[in-house]
C-alpha cells in the first residue's frame, strides 16, 4: 500500500507539468484557428528536449502520460465519431476511405522494407500517414514495440508533411479544378492531422471543411481495425517485449468503440460531447507533450534519410489514392 502510494506520488510532478503544457497549448490553439494543440505540444516537447535539461523528477510522470494518458485520449476520440454521419457519407466516398487507408499502410510496409527500414519504425510511420497522424503513431507504438526514437521519427515526419499540405492541398485542388465539396473530401482523405484538416479545409470554404473533416473521422474510425490487425500479426511473430502474450485487442481500442457506439445512439447532450471533446484534446496534448519530449534532433541525424523519403512517399500515395478516388466517387 505504501509502495504504490509512493509510486502514485513519484508520477504527480511530471503528469502536473505534461497537462499544464496541454492546457498551454489548448489556449493557444483557440487563440489561432487552425493551429492544433496537439501539434504545439508535440513542439514544445521537441524544444525542451533539444534546448534544455529535463529533470528526473519528471521522468516518471511523463512516461506515464505518454501511455496512460493517450489511452484514455483515445477513448474519448470515439466520442466525436457518430456511425450515422459517417454512414450518410455513402458507399462510394466510405469505399475510398477504406482504399486510401488500406493502399497507403500497404504501400509504405512495403516501400520501407525495399529500403531497408525495420519493421517498427514502418509501421509507425504507415499508421501515422494513412489514419489520423500523431495519435496513430502514438497509439500504434506499443503495439508495434517501437523504441521511443522511432516514434519521435514518425512524429516528425507527421508535423513536417501534413503542414505541407495544409496551402498544398488547396492549391492543387484548384489548379484541377475540383469544386468545394470534391476538394473537401480530397482533403479527408490524404491530410495526416485532423487539425491540419480543418485548416486546409478551413482555407477553401464552409462546404469543404464540413465534407473534409466528416471523411477524416471516418479514418479516424479505421484506427480499431488497423491497431488489432497489428496486434494480431506481431503476436503470431511472437514479437512480445514481456512473456505475457498481450490482448487481440488492447483495451483502450475496444473503450474506443464503446465510446463510439455511445454517441452514435445519441444519449449524450451536446453540452457533455462538448466537455468530453475538451478533456480529450488537453490528454492527447499532455501525451503528445510527453512524446515530443522523446524528439532529440541529434538522434533523428542519425536515423538518416530514408524514413523522410519514405514519409514523401506515404504521402504521395495517400494523396494519389485519394484524389483517384475522389474524381470517381465525387461527394453528393
Given at each position: 500500500?505504501?509502495?504504490?502510494?509512493r509510486?502514485?506520488?513519484?508520477?504527480?510532478?511530471?503528469?502536473?507539468?505534461?497537462?499544464?503544457?496541454?492546457?498551454?497549448?489548448?489556449?493557444?490553439?483557440?487563440?489561432?484557428?487552425?493551429?492544433?494543440?496537439?501539434?504545439?505540444?508535440?513542439?514544445?516537447?521537441?524544444?525542451?528536449?533539444?534546448?534544455?535539461?529535463?529533470?528526473?523528477?519528471?521522468?516518471?510522470?511523463?512516461?506515464?502520460?505518454?501511455?496512460?494518458?493517450?489511452?484514455?485520449?483515445?477513448?474519448?476520440?470515439g466520442?466525436?465519431?457518430?456511425?450515422?454521419?459517417?454512414?450518410?457519407?455513402?458507399?462510394?466516398?466510405?469505399?475510398?476511405?477504406?482504399?486510401?487507408?488500406?493502399v497507403?499502410?500497404?504501400?509504405?510496409?512495403?516501400?520501407?522494407?525495399?529500403?531497408?527500414?525495420?519493421?517498427?519504425?514502418?509501421?509507425?510511420?504507415?499508421?501515422?500517414?494513412s489514419?489520423?497522424?500523431?495519435?496513430?503513431?502514438?497509439?500504434?507504438?506499443?503495439?508495434?514495440?517501437a523504441?521511443?526514437?522511432?516514434?519521435?521519427?514518425?512524429?516528425?515526419?507527421?508535423?513536417?508533411?501534413g503542414?505541407?499540405?495544409?496551402?498544398?492541398?488547396?492549391?492543387?485542388?484548384?489548379?484541377?479544378?475540383?469544386?468545394?465539396?470534391?476538394?473537401?473530401m480530397?482533403?479527408?482523405?490524404?491530410?495526416?492531422?485532423?487539425a491540419q484538416?480543418?485548416?486546409?479545409?478551413?482555407?477553401?470554404?464552409?462546404?469543404?471543411l464540413?465534407?473534409?473533416?466528416?471523411?477524416?473521422?471516418?479514418?479516424?474510425?479505421?484506427?480499431?481495425?488497423?491497431?488489432?490487425?497489428?496486434?494480431?500479426?506481431?503476436?503470431?511473430?511472437?514479437?512480445?517485449?514481456?512473456?505475457?502474450?498481450?490482448?487481440?485487442?488492447?483495451?483502450?481500442?475496444?473503450?474506443?468503440?464503446?465510446?463510439?457506439?455511445?454517441?452514435?445512439?445519441?444519449?449524450?447532450?451536446?453540452g457533455?460531447?462538448?466537455?468530453?471533446?475538451?478533456?480529450?484534446?488537453?490528454?492527447?496534448?499532455a501525451?503528445?507533450?510527453?512524446?515530443?519530449?522523446?524528439?532529440?534532433?541529434?538522434?533523428?541525424?542519425?536515423v538518416?534519410?530514408?524514413?523522410v523519403?519514405?514519409?514523401?512517399?506515404?504521402?504521395?500515395?495517400?494523396?494519389?489514392?485519394?484524389?483517384?478516388?475522389?474524381?470517381?466517387?465525387p461527394?453528393?
Open positions: 500500500m505504501v509502495g504504490s502510494v509510486e502514485t506520488t513519484h508520477l504527480i510532478p511530471g503528469v502536473a507539468v505534461c497537462l499544464l503544457v496541454a492546457g498551454v497549448s489548448w489556449l493557444v490553439s483557440g487563440a489561432i484557428p487552425g493551429l492544433s494543440a496537439l501539434l504545439i505540444a508535440i513542439l514544445l516537447g521537441a524544444l525542451w528536449r533539444n534546448l534544455l535539461p529535463l529533470p528526473e523528477t519528471l521522468n516518471s510522470g511523463v512516461d506515464f502520460s505518454s501511455v496512460k494518458l493517450l489511452r484514455t485520449g483515445i477513448i474519448l476520440l466520442f466525436q465519431l457518430s456511425l450515422s454521419t459517417i454512414l450518410d457519407l455513402g458507399p462510394g466516398v466510405l469505399l475510398v476511405v477504406i482504399l486510401a487507408v488500406a497507403t499502410f500497404g504501400a509504405t510496409l512495403w516501400m520501407g522494407q525495399l529500403m531497408g527500414i525495420g519493421l517498427a519504425q514502418r509501421l509507425v510511420i504507415a499508421s501515422g500517414f489514419i489520423c497522424g500523431a495519435a496513430a503513431v502514438a497509439a500504434t507504438e506499443d503495439t508495434a514495440k523504441s521511443k526514437e522511432e516514434t519521435a521519427t514518425a512524429l516528425a515526419l507527421v508535423v513536417f508533411f503542414t505541407i499540405m495544409i496551402p498544398l492541398a488547396p492549391f492543387l485542388g484548384r489548379l484541377i479544378g475540383l469544386s468545394d465539396e470534391s476538394l473537401g480530397w482533403i479527408g482523405g490524404s491530410t495526416h492531422e485532423v484538416v480543418v485548416a486546409a479545409g478551413g482555407a477553401v470554404g464552409g462546404g469543404a464540413v465534407v473534409a473533416v466528416t471523411v477524416k473521422l471516418a479514418r479516424v474510425l479505421m484506427l480499431a481495425p488497423v491497431i488489432a490487425g497489428i496486434t494480431v500479426y506481431m503476436n503470431r511473430r511472437g514479437e512480445q517485449r514481456t512473456g505475457k502474450r498481450p490482448p487481440l485487442v488492447p483495451l483502450f481500442v475496444v473503450g474506443f468503440v464503446i465510446a463510439m457506439l455511445v454517441r452514435s445512439a445519441g444519449v449524450l447532450p451536446e457533455v460531447l462538448e466537455v468530453l471533446q475538451v478533456v480529450q484534446t488537453l490528454l492527447l496534448a501525451a503528445m507533450f510527453a512524446l515530443g519530449l522523446g524528439v532529440h534532433f541529434k538522434s533523428l541525424l542519425k538518416g534519410g530514408r524514413p523519403i519514405l514519409g514523401l512517399l506515404s504521402t504521395l500515395v495517400i494523396m494519389a489514392v485519394s484524389l483517384g478516388g475522389t474524381l470517381v466517387f461527394p453528393a
